[in-house]
């Protein structure tokens, strides 16, 4: 059987295609040569992209761990961000964290310690333990490393380490990390008050001596009055810039550590002697009292002038969970779910306004409102000349409002001792020694500052 010729041309395109096999077979070597070596050696390894975990016990989750390799190899840091959901307040003892790793920092299985800060955690508040692995054992970066963790703690009932009971508590735990290079920084925030009180920031309460850890942000801050005391003022480190320190109610942005200190005046029992020229009826001075009812919503500054904008900021009870939302009008959410606060920029304002705002505590079935005042031309403002005085002095009182409203001094609030259009001055006489707490109160837009004034002893 004759078989059939090979069509024309055939054999050429076979020898080509053989010739250019055997001319660039060298080029796909290398090729496939290159994919092996970036497989096996290649700087992404896949270890690299094995998630971090950290596992204690429920009531003390890990926020956060890393594993830091330092500069030049030395050393190796381990840091755990932890909660502290377990007491009223833990006491973290010096070496109060050990660590076992194998073949980390030096060959076979090795304990390292360190220790937390701050010593004394709140509940419900974070603590941040490190220990330093020292050692020339070091894996290469984006290796795995698996560590067994041990806590130390005593479980405390106040503010006080002298209160703590001697019994100290172990809990254990694993954390599977991956050596990194670079960490999240977290800095200290440590918060005082010239008298004895709770200072809440982003609705966490903190008694005063608090130190607690934030990475750089904004956060949201209150100081509770106690009885018989008015709040004056915030001050704060250069690391700390606020956006009001005459507000109870303020917002503080970190810039690193540093201190906030919330400051109180003691202020005149409830009644007093009438002032010189004052209203007949009997003139009484309140002492404020503050404690937090949650919800409960907070403005960064109230009031607020035209083209300004404002953080409004929705607290609720942190132990109800994600449930906690802004509403403005009631309905419509503007942040949350979310557990403990939420909070919301306003646009600019174009108008002199009052908003109300709403704060919803879904889990508990709870809300709560406050208005928001936009003012169009000038917060008031009150002067006092001279000040301080003597209980033989007298003061002039000064209050300028928007010059299109009534202005009034008031002294208690609602008490008005003048009023005038745009402004109204008036002498007061014949107080007792103490603090004043003295209001220039824009009558119109319903909007009123303090401030203080002080009568001493001749």
Not at 71 to 85: E, Y
Not at 113 to 119: A, K
């Amino acid at each position: 059987m004759l078989g059939r010729s090979a069509p024309a041309g055939s054999t050429e395109r076979q020898q080509s295609a053989i010739e250019m096999l055997t001319t660039y077979s060298w080029v796909f070597l290398i090729i496939g040569l290159v994919v092996v070596v970036v497989i096996l050696y290649g700087t992404s390894s896949p270890s690299q992209y094995i998630a971090s975990q950290c596992s204690i016990q429920p009531l003390l989750p890990c926020k956060e761990t890393i594993l830091t390799a330092a500069s030049g190899g030395s050393q190796i840091q381990f840091r755990a961000l932890i909660v502290n959901n377990l007491a009223p307040y833990m006491y973290l003892p010096g070496n109060s964290l050990t660590i076992t790793a194998t073949n980390l920092g030096s060959y076979g299985t090795s304990n390292y310690t360190g220790t937390c800060s701050p010593v004394l955690a709140a509940k419900e508040s974070q603590f941040i333990c490190t220990a330093n692995v020292p050692g020339s054992l070091q894996p290469s970066i984006g290796t795995s490393v698996t560590l067994t963790l041990y806590l130390k703690y005593q479980i405390c009932q106040t503010f006080s380490t002298s209160n703590c009971p001697t019994a100290q508590y172990l809990s254990s735990g694993t954390a599977i990390q991956t050596l990194s290079k670079t960490s999240t920084q977290y800095y200290t925030l440590t918060l005082h008050s010239n008298v004895n009180t709770l200072i809440s920031v982003q609705g966490q309460e903190y008694p005063s001596g608090t130190s607690i850890l934030l990475p750089l942000g904004t956060y949201s801050a209150y100081a509770l009055a106690p009885t018989g005391y008015g709040f004056t003022a915030w001050t704060s480190s250069s690391k700390i810039s606020l956006t009001s320190t005459v507000n109870q109610n303020t917002s503080a942005t970190l810039t690193g550590s540093g201190t906030l200190t919330a400051n109180f005046i003691s202020i005149v029992p409830a009644t007093t002697t009438t002032p010189s020229g004052a209203p007949t009826s009997t003139t009484t001075v309140t002492a404020t009292t503050t404690s937090i009812v949650y919800p409960y919503v907070g403005f960064s500054k109230n009031p607020i002038l035209v083209g300004n904008t404002a953080v409004v900021t929705a607290y609720c009870n942190p132990a109800d969970g994600a449930y906690c939302q802004l509403e403005q009008p009631q309905g419509t959410v503007l942040c949350g779910p979310s557990s403990g606060s939420c909070s919301f920029t306003t646009p600019t304002e174009t108008t002199s306004k009052t908003i109300t705002f709403f704060a919803n505590d879904i889990w508990a079935v709870q809300t709560a409102s406050a208005n928001l005042i936009v003012v169009g031309n000038t917060i008031p403002i009150l002067t006092i000349s001279p000040n301080p005085i003597t209980t033989a002095g007298d003061a002039i009182l000064t209050a300028t409002c928007n010059s299109l409203d009534v202005c009034a001094v008031d002294y208690p609030l609602g008490t008005h001792l003048c009023t005038g259009s745009g402004s109204c001055a008036y002498t007061i006489s014949g107080l007792a020694v103490g603090n004043y707490l003295v209001y220039a109160n824009d009558t119109n837009s319903l909007v009123a500052t303090a401030n203080v004034l002080t009568v001493n002893a001749i």
